[in-house]
């Protein structure tokens, strides 16, 4: 079958990868279709010193050991690549405990990599993208073929620091294959509770006109109604689901637009206790452009938004989380104008000091100009910094503006949202299109420099509901193909939960990111300068050089299509925190929400430095809030007992906690008006 002068191929070949990358199914094992064959460059290092070897970046001999680190309270996958070459067999593999010398384990998660197909973008294989649980059953396997897992590493807050060791083993039924120790080293020093990034995504958004997401009902098996909602059958189901999802996206560092649709007007006490989470970085009131008719909003829109504002403006946990989404890529015509300043007058009055977004696509200058006093979150397309085809000053003109938050103190906050833009040679953000998973993470470096706050996305469940399984949508299709609006599957498709839904590859590579602009914020807190940026500069200069209109070829090659610069850097950041006395400035803990007899509440303490968070449960202490008179039950009569206990008239004996109503450690008048309004939420 081979000549004489033709080695013959490995049996099989197993690698341990960074996750930065996407594997094709049956190629050989080259990372794009180009022709790049560099997949062994991007095997895990064989230790801990292997990352400053400058070997370390274009070495191609197969690693025997894998060593990765990451910090507390972070996730940190790699791949197990297993490339078939002499016959077929019953794979699967084990991964044995992460366990460190006094036997603690570090808690990890197993997965296999479903292929998809993603037609007319020009790959000619399926790629690695959805990340099913695997509890080590039986995958056969196929000569030419490639089957890779996940692991994915999670510590805790307080993982105990150091190294924790474990080994991958291949087998063929009950036959050991081959195996590869693993260690992973867990840094002292943990990511905030709190991503620094906001990046918020679309879901079910059927307030916010897109009607297609609501696919991921009818997907999940539901039926679903001509207005987009899920039949009164199948709603207790369609929340749970929303539930899911919404965890799903919490977990990996992404707030949803909305909470979960109907949970406002179930459970007002979840609702807050959703909005509080630290990990949902904000939150929309859901009224819009299309709830404002002849020169006002809505009843319906109104009522909407003294819901929220009760439970919010007094907040200052939340009150700064809440936004409007007023209008999507508005182009400055008259009429839009005048929409948007009558819009932003009631709401002035409706919610002083409101925060809206009107992601944009052009005329940097001219949108945000007119803005002023309206949308104070400036989130522009990134089409604006794109200087591939025209307008090269303009461009960088918009990028240094955006980047300038000192002149610009009317932008609460500036995100950024999509559009394939090219700074030079490089992407500046590709979630879509192509495999190149470090692209996932770029956005977030570039966030660090671009000054910016986070990531919006029209959507990260988009499917259309006639879709092909294992078929990502093409660009002939409804979206670009690779993941445009969808980082996450519906669990039914491979038998898993409706409740919890598969994560894409993509979504695990973002999160990646999210984590990413962590360790640099955590960098500027607790490292110095030049250091740090030393470190930085390891990958970032090579992705972004000062001068967009040149960027050097061989550099360009490396930032983009290889992922160990970026590995480097973020390795070398990770020594540096390490090394560091990383003490937050902790404020005192403050009640965030208060618990009721069927909820826990929260309290919430915050680094004055950086703006970390931290939070923990505050259980109910058997008080009822509000109810003052001690008779079980919170309604108008406990009003005219707590002004009574205030007037000095009364003095039942009733715990302060209940007629504290809003938590300052004080029984005033202040607590009237908020039993109040606590009386009219409950009725
Ligand atoms: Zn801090």
Same mark, same amino acid.
Request: charged share 25%; aromatic share 12%; hydrophobic share 35%.
């Given at each position: ?68 680190a ?9 791949h ?11 794979l ?53 073929h ?42 002292n ?25 609501r ?57 807050e ?6 990990r ?26 003294s ?11 939340l ?16 009429s ?64 240094l ?178 090394a ?46 509000? &109810?003052? !008179? $001690? =008779?079980?039950? /919170?309604? @108008?009569? +406990?009003?005219?007992? *707590?002004?009574?206990? #205030?007037? %000095? ?10 007629? &504290?109503? !809003? $938590? =300052?450690g004080? /029984?005033? @008048?202040? +607590?009237?008006?908020? *039993?109040?309004?606590? #009386?009219? %939420?409950?009725?």
């Amino acid at each position: 079958m081979y000549a004489d002068d033709e080695p013959e191929p490995d049996p099989y070949l197993f690698y341990l990868l960074f996750n930065d990358y996407q594997a094709c199914e049956s190629k050989v094992p080259l990372r794009e279709w180009n022709g790049i064959d560099d997949i062994k460059c991007q095997q895990l290092p064989i230790n801990e010193n292997a990352f400053m070897l400058s070997s370390f970046y274009l070495n191609r001999t197969e690693r025997p050991t894998g060593f990765l680190a990451l910090a507390q309270n972070e996730k940190e996958g790699f791949h197990v690549f297993f490339r078939e070459q002499e016959k077929e067999r019953n794979l699967r593999i084990e991964v044995s405990p992460f366990t460190n010398s006094q036997n603690e384990v570090l808690p990890h998660l197993l997965y296999w990599e479903d292929f998809f197909f993603a037609p007319g973008v020009g790959i000619p294989d399926s790629l690695a993208e959805a990340l099913i649980p695997y509890a080590g059953e039986i995958q056969k396997s196929m000569v030419d073929h490639n089957k890779v897992f996940y692991v994915e590493l999670r510590s805790t807050m307080n993982q105990t620091p150091g190294e924790y060791y474990s080994t991958i083993s291949v087998f063929d039924g009950d036959e050991l294959v081959t195996s590869k120790p693993v260690t992973a080293k867990v840094w002292n020093f943990a990511l905030p509770e709190n991503h620094y990034s906001e990046v918020v995504m679309g879901l079910y958004n059927c307030n916010s006109g897109y009607g297609a997401t609501r696919s991921i009902f009818a997907l999940n098996g539901l039926t679903v109604e001509n207005n987009g909602n899920p039949s009164a059958d199948d709603l207790p189901q369609a929340k749970k689901i929303l539930d899911g999802y919404q965890e799903c996206l919490l977990d990996h560092g992404v707030s949803t637009y909305e909470i979960p649709r109907w949970l406002m007007d179930d459970d007002s006490k979840a609702a807050e206790l959703t909005m509080a989470d630290l990990r949902r970085k904000v939150f929309t009131v859901p009224v819009h452009r299309g709830h404002f008719v002849n020169g006002d909003f809505t009843d319906a829109a109104k009522k909407t938004i003294s819901k929220y504002k009760r439970l919010v403006y007094d907040n200052p946990f939340l009150k700064d989380k809440a936004f409007f989404y007023l209008m999507d890529e508005p182009t400055g015509t008259e009429s839009e104008v005048a929409l948007l300043e009558a819009m932003s007058e009631r709401l002035n009055e409706l919610w002083p000091g409101y925060h809206a977004v009107a992601p944009f696509y052009s005329n940097f200058e001219q949108t945000t100009a007119l803005f002023e006093g309206k949308i104070d979150i400036i989130c522009p397309n990134q089409g604006a910094f794109d200087p591939r085809n025209s307008n090269y000053d303009l461009k960088q003109a918009n990028f240094l503006s955006f980047q300038d938050r000192e002149n610009h103190p009317e932008w609460f906050r500036t995100w950024r949202y999509q559009g394939d833009a090219k700074c030079g040679g490089t992407y500046f953000w590709i979630f879509n299109i192509q495999q190149l998973g470090v692209m996932r993470r770029v956005p977030f470096w570039q966030q660090w420099y671009m000054n910016s706050d986070g990531w919006l996305q029209w959507s990260c469940a988009y499917l259309p509901v006639n879709w092909v399984k294992k078929t990502l949508p093409g660009s002939g299709g409804i979206q670009t193909g690779n993941g445009d609006g969808i980082l996450v599957y519906p669990g039914t498709l491979w038998g898993q939960s409706a409740e919890t839904p598969i994560a894409s590859l993509r979504l695990k590579q973002l999160t990646d990111g999210i984590e990413d602009y962590d360790y640099l914020r955590l960098g500027m807190e607790f490292v110095d300068e030049s250091s740090l940026k030393t470190a930085i500069s390891r990958f970032l200069w090579r992705e972004y050089a000062s001068d967009c209109k040149s960027v050097n070829k061989e550099y360009e090659f490396y930032a983009a299509y290889t992922c160990t610069y970026l590995q480097r850097a973020r390795y070398e950041i990770g020594q540096l925190l390490d090394a560091a006395n990383t003490e937050h400035n902790w404020g005192e803990w403050q009640i965030a929400v208060l618990p009721d007899k069927g909820h826990n509440g929260l309290e919430i303490r915050t680094c004055e430095g950086c703006g970390a968070q931290t939070s923990r449960i505050k259980l109910w202490d058997g008080s009822v809030v509000g &109810d003052v !008179n $001690g =008779d079980g039950l /919170v309604n @108008i009569l +406990d009003v005219t007992t *707590l002004v009574d206990i #205030i007037l %000095g008239v009364d003095d039942n004996g009733i715990s302060d906690e209940a007629a &504290d109503v !809003n $938590g =300052d450690g004080k /029984v005033s @008048i202040l +607590d009237v008006a908020i *039993l109040v309004d606590l #009386i009219v %939420g409950i009725e």
